[in-house]
């Protein structure tokens, strides 16, 4: 083990600290005075006091001390912050390392740029109190809790150049997605992968109360965490003097075992099992060398330290007294010259260059990001014979072409996934690679290996953690999932999204790849799972968010499904959501047909309908998804087959939110476009994968949505065959059928036996499923019959 830092520079380290705690005190409390050159006045003071304290301190003293390492290792590391409400921190420490003012350069690194840097902090106007976008550094944000380690695995896969020191609060350890990442070091490969150094921080407290881990006995924290693989390195107590000497000690420990083990594992000495790769366990007080009581109260060392321990320094002249005595313990004019600039023997100590963890390229990935190399979808294209003619499984042709795409890109892209890509018919991928293992594997398993690719662990937190924290340094990914589970990550979703719209306000972050989810075993095809997996409710989620960050696919078959999947790898910047079916199902569109219907985003089928071109018709039947198409052409085909003069136009959509206009969303369609598909004045039966209200909400200020009368889920599910759900939730042909018979006007008065036999069929269908255990033979059966209608594709 390297022998402790030198006490001269020690010294300097705890000055160092001190700085980024002064800083981050005055950014909570100061508008004005920002070294205290004249006694605090109340107009100095923000009328709004906001920000979090008391986990600061230990934050500022873990990031002056990985500077250290940063220095004499030259490595390349990145802070992942998960108590990200600690925003005062890794602002002041961007500032003082110089990457704050070179990224905003009114931020100057003098006493005007800091009376600017205070006033701006939880400010009108200004920067958020979180480890936001806008912090330099940052790729975890901390606003909400728990995805911290999960963004760290991420971040250090395939990144064999990368440490990422990742602090983990005491409150945020008691979170379900927090507590499943510690597993992360059993897909982390030394050979190819970077390292997590997780840093777990206890001071004790949460906002109003203790945390679990902060009264867990130091031998129980011992075995819980070496339980999970870890060897525990232990940082406590308050002193700072023996604080610096215990944490430079634990550091260079951990950073020696980090080399040796990669070391080890690069010379091909590993072949199996995981080594036990260091953590730290860091006890300090919440609050850590602030007030220690206010107004008779202890505020350091508990929950009262969390916020703003002293919260009426305008008004109230003690608790301002307090506040200028805590910062001018800080001794300001021993940090800052007279020009309020860091002194130089102080600004030695950050590192240099993009080595600094505001400034490194990996905390940024648009810098480092390559394009994806992909193969033409038309290699992985379905021979469509005629529409409807041929079945197949559209996520399996899907898999192909991702299958390619691992072949072109060895460390550029991963599949993450609930132990879920067979199921979800995506194996052909192991064609090209396997799940990463690097537990101890048996003679029977199969498509296990370190050097795996596809990232499966049953935990959807992990995977959008991982694939974010991928995304976020520079690479390329894909998440699939069973459809009704994706709810898990609503929250995730929510921040990434988030992250996303102020990312893209940001000049100074660079475009980084789209988050992209395939949902396959969706609602319609979850008849044997039952109720608990039926649930198509993620894409309203979606669909809340702003416009130009999210997009909605529905692809009706495979090729469009090939169509769409290459797009959304090719795009950045967004969050692409698929939903595809993976049983077999009519391929409607061949390749070039695909092409042109996706890259339109919706469109009439003319070959399907009953309407000569350039007429209008007396019904539009529309659909978006695999099973609302497959049962509105079966509905189609009924009605063709009952009123053979009826006019009919069918029209799918492809890309859900081109149903809005062009001022609520980039892909929305003009009125002209709209109109001259659905009409302004017909009939609109809409057969809908979702829930029916996410059509009106899309269509509202459409000429026609006063006729579109939408079919989807209801809220009908059980375990039934694949028919019976439709049927359940009226989504089926013979109530799509039904609907157009009602709503074309005089239609159900001049043929009212029509009704009656759909309805007959209905009854039929119920007896029979209950009976035989199986959908009836006339819809088992059943083909589009019309393969040589005028403008079939070839």
Same mark, same amino acid.
């Given at each position: ?86 925003? !005062? ?54 606003? @909400? ?7 760290? &695995?991420?971040? =250090?896969?395939?990144? +064999? ?17 927090? =507590? ?17 150094? !997780?840093?777990? %921080? ?22 819980? &965490?070496?339980?999970?693989?870890? @060897? !525990? ?6 002193? +700072?003097?023996?604080? %610096? ?6 550091l260079d420990n951990a950073f020696e075992k980090i080399a040796a083990y990669q070391a080890e594992a690069r010379a091909g000495k590993v072949t199996e099992g995981i080594p036990p790769w260091p953590m730290i366990i860091l006890r300090s007080p919440k609050g850590w060398t ?41 001794? !300001? ?14 600004? =030695? ?32 294209? &379905? ?95 894909? &998440? ?22 102020v990312l893209r306000k940001l000049g100074w972050r660079k475009p980084i790849s789209s988050l992209n989810y395939l949902l396959s075993s969706h609602v319609w095809r979850q008849d044997h799972n039952g109720y608990s997996h039926q649930d198509p409710g993620f894409i309203d989620?979606? =669909? ?11 692809? +009706? ?107 609520? %969303? ?11 598909l659905f009409t302004q004045d017909k009939p609109v039966i809409f057969a809908f994968h979702g829930y029916p209200s996410l059509i009106h909400r899309l269509t509202y200020q459409r000429n026609n949505h006063r006729n579109f009368h939408v079919r989807g889920f209801i809220e ?13 939730? @009226? ?13 074309? +006007? ?17 009854? @039929? %269908? ?29």
């Open positions: 083990m390297s022998q402790p830092t030198a006490a001269d520079e020690l010294t300097l380290l705890d000055r160092y600290w001190r700085a980024a705690n002064y800083l981050s005190v005055g950014q909570i409390y100061l508008m004005e005075n920002p070294l205290l050159r004249e006694p605090l006045k109340p107009e100095h003071i923000k009328p709004r006091l906001l920000g979090h304290w008391g986990t600061t301190p230990g934050l500022n003293f873990i990031y002056a001390h990985l500077n250290r390492i940063i220095r004499q290792r030259d490595l390349n590391l990145i802070y992942i912050c998960g108590p990200g409400h600690g925003g !005062p921190g890794m602002v002041a420490n961007t500032w003082l390392e110089g990457s704050y003012s070179e990224i905003y350069p009114h931020i100057s690194p003098d006493a005007e740029g800091m009376q600017r840097l205070f006033k701006q902090f939880s400010f009108p106007g200004g920067i958020p109190s979180h480890a936001a976008p806008e912090t330099p550094g940052s790729i975890n944000e901390g606003g @909400e809790l728990g995805y911290s380690l999960a963004h760290a &695995f991420g971040a =250090a896969f395939d990144n +064999p150049d990368l440490v990422v020191p990742c602090v983990i609060g005491d409150g945020e350890a008691e979170t379900g997605p927090l =507590a499943s990442s510690w597993h992360g070091i059993k897909f982390l490969n030394p050979e190819r992968d970077g390292a997590v150094l !997780p840093i777990l %921080h206890l001071n004790g407290y949460k906002i109003a109360n203790p945390t679990i881990l902060g009264r867990a006995s130091d031998d129980d924290l011992h075995q819980l &965490f070496s339980g999970y693989g870890y @060897e !525990p390195l232990f940082v406590a107590g308050h002193e +700072p003097e023996k604080m %610096h000497v215990q944490m430079a000690e634990a602030g007030p220690q009581t206010v107004d008779g109260k202890k505020v350091e060392d508990f929950w009262r330290a969390h916020q703003v321990p002293v919260s009426a320094c305008r008004e109230n002249d003690a608790h301002r007294k307090i506040l200028e005595e805590w910062m001018r313990s800080y001794q !300001p004019d021993d940090l800052f010259d007279e020009h309020g600039r860091l002194k130089a023997e102080l600004q =030695a100590l950050a590192p240099q260059g993009d080595k600094r963890m505001g400034a490194s390229p990996f905390a940024n990935g648009g810098l480092l990001r390559r394009e994806l190399n992909t193969p033409d979808i038309g290699e992985f294209a &379905f021979d469509t014979q005629k529409p409807g003619s041929q079945q197949a499984q559209a996520t399996e042709q899907l898999g192909r072409y991702l299958s390619a795409i691992f072949q072109r890109n060895k460390d550029n892209f991963r599949l993450f996934g609930p132990d879920e890509t067979a199921s979800n018919r995506l194996t052909p991928v192991f064609d090209a690679t396997n799940k990463t293992w690097l537990e101890a594997v048996k003679p029977y398993d199969e498509q296990l290996a370190r050097d795996g690719r596809v990232m499966e662990i049953l935990s959807e937190h992990q995977c959008q953690g991982w694939l974010e924290g991928y995304l976020l340094t520079g690479r390329h990914g894909l &998440f699939n999932c069973y459809e009704a589970f994706i709810h898990i990550v609503d929250s995730m979703f929510n921040q990434h999204a988030k992250w996303l719209k989620h979606v =669909a809340n968010k702003k416009a130009d960050i999210v997009r909605i696919y529905l692809p +009706p078959d495979a090729n469009t499904l090939l169509w769409v999947g290459d797009h959304c790898l090719h795009t950045w910047d967004r969050i692409n959501v698929i939903v595809a079916g993976k049983q077999p199902s009519p391929q409607w569109l061949d390749r070039n047909s695909a092409i042109a219907h996706c890259e339109a985003g919706m469109g009439e089928w003319l070959w399907a309908g009953s309407t000569p071109e350039g007429e209008s018709p007396d019904v539009v039947m529309a659909c978006a998804g695999d099973v609302p198409t497959l049962e509105t052409m079966a509905a189609v085909d009924l009605l063709r087959g009952y009123l053979p003069d009826l006019r009919i136009r069918v029209v799918n959509v492809v890309d859900l939110l081109a149903l809005q206009t062009k001022e609520q %969303h980039p892909h929305g369609k003009s009125e002209e476009e709209f109109d001259a009908e599910g059980t375990t039934t065959t694949p028919f019976d759900m439709t049927v359940l939730n @009226e989504l089926d042909r013979y109530h799509l059928a039904q609907e157009a018979i009602l709503r074309v +006007p005089g239609l159900a008065d001049k043929h009212p036996e029509l009704l009656d036999d759909l309805q007959e069929r209905i009854a @039929e %269908h119920h007896r029979y499923v209950r009976e035989y255990g199986e959908d009836v033979p006339e819809v088992r059966n059943w083909l589009w019959p019309s393969q040589d209608a005028p403008g079939a594709p070839d």
